[in-house]
């Protein structure tokens, strides 16, 4: 049987590029479960082989689009925003992505969907998002480092999050409700400076995912303790905030 035509067709395109956009395209007419790897090859114009030796999952194959989507933006960047503040550049970095995203949208949410549904595909696609912000951040004129960078690119990453559960419903084509959203997300983030700080807090939840079960042992062991007549030593140091296992972190 003769090979499907490629879905883009451009000269300069490789097998790889080829294959995201098969993928892409497929994620937006079908439920992301129901995809399989041999009509992305079909579709893509190369046999289940070549699609194989190119990705090693659909998860390689969505890292690939979102490294591209970093690509695209980070390759845009306005250098008249050089003297704005940190919140105007990221206003603008953020626009942007969401700008590259645009032709994407119902594959987006075709697979924001499915990872509403699995766990285990959310955790992927936060590891993704937040190595993306990580990136957004640098854009943005804020080079991040160390346990902080990595707090600071996840706080971007769940405040981008949901300016796209806005932009998903939002059909205007000036997208007011999506900027507005936008400029709520980062005004949460403080300006200039603080800005860094701020966008921590927007990670509290997260914080409490991790701390969950820790709180949940602590208690347990506390409450043995006690039936046992033992007194455990306190804690004089306060919570520092970067410390996931600290049990007495509670949901906000």
């Known amino acids: 049987m003769a090979k499907a035509s490629k879905t883009s067709g451009t000269p300069s395109e490789t097998p790889r590029d080829a294959i995201v956009a098969a993928f892409m395209a497929l994620a937006a007419e079908k439920d992301l479960p129901d995809l399989t790897l041999?009509?992305?090859?079909?579709?893509?114009?190369?046999?289940?082989?070549e699609?194989?030796?190119?990705?090693?999952?659909r998860l390689d194959i969505i890292a690939a689009f979102v490294k591209g989507v970093d690509r695209?933006?980070?390759?845009?960047i306005d250098a008249d925003l050089a003297d704005q503040d940190a919140k105007e550049k990221l206003f603008d970095v953020l626009m942007r992505r969401l700008d590259v995203l645009g032709p994407h949208k119902a594959a987006i949410r075709n697979i924001s969907r499915a990872a509403m549904r699995s766990p285990a595909l959310a955790m992927a696609l936060n590891r993704l998002a937040v190595r993306s912000h990580h990136w957004m951040l640098a854009a943005a004129g804020v080079e991040v480092a160390g346990p902080g960078g990595a707090i600071r690119a996840q706080g971007l990453a769940v405040a981008f999050g949901r300016v796209v559960r806005v932009w998903l419903d939002d059909d205007d084509p000036a997208l007011a409700k999506t900027m507005r959203a936008m400029d709520e997300e980062l005004a949460r983030a403080g300006r200039a400076a603080s800005v860094l700080r701020s966008v921590e807090q927007l990670t509290a939840p997260l914080r409490t995912l991790f701390c969950a079960p820790a709180a949940f042992c602590a208690?347990?062991?506390?409450?043995?303790?006690?039936d046992r007549g033992e007194e455990r030593p306190t804690r004089d140091e306060g919570w520092r905030g970067d410390d996931f296992r600290d049990p007495r972190v509670t949901p906000v």
Do not use: H, M
């Open 72 to 76: 695209a933006v980070l390759d845009g």
């Open 38 to 49: 041999a009509e992305v090859a079909e579709r893509a114009g190369v046999t289940l082989g």
């Open 219 to 226: 208690g347990r062991r506390s409450r043995r303790d006690r």
């Open 51 to 57: 699609l194989r030796d190119a990705f090693g999952s």
